[in-house]
């Protein structure tokens, strides 16, 4: 049964950081792609960043790309997102996610199968 445990959220001042963590179990982590997404008070669920693999290969979202920076710890079935230069708008619940192909994590909701309970960043102006 896969488990995902997200943690690392708190409540932070504009131009601030946080680091989330991502602690997987019950499947091979290292074989499949990761995705993290976030919700904000109001708004739907927005995609915000994937890796597949090793840490060579990742993408982001514009609206934080330069800012964000995900990275995964295979040897300890982890997965991280360094916020930085956060901005109020970066205020959301935060999620880790499974995708359902291994080779994927899009953009899309649908394209994963299992979430973690969320971590929950604040970031005040």
């Known amino acids: 049964q896969v488990h995902l445990v997200e943690s690392g959220g708190g409540s932070v001042q504009a131009g601030g950081s946080l680091r989330l963590s991502c602690a997987a179990s019950g499947y091979t982590y290292s074989s499949y792609c990761m995705g993290w997404l976030r919700q904000a008070p109001g708004k739907g669920l927005e995609w915000v960043a994937r890796?597949?693999?090793?840490?060579?290969?990742?993408h982001y979202a514009e609206r934080v790309k330069g800012r964000f920076t995900i990275s995964r710890d295979n040897t300890k079935n982890t997965l991280f997102l360094q916020l930085n230069s956060l901005k109020s708008e970066d205020t959301a619940m935060y999620y880790c996610?499974?995708?359902?192909?291994?080779?994927?994590?899009?953009?899309?909701?649908?394209?994963?199968?299992?979430w973690g309970q969320g971590t929950q960043v604040t970031v005040s102006s």
């Open positions: 996610a499974h995708p359902i192909s291994r080779s994927s994590a899009s953009t899309s909701r649908s394209d994963y199968d299992y």
């Open positions: 890796i597949c693999y090793d840490n060579s290969v990742t």
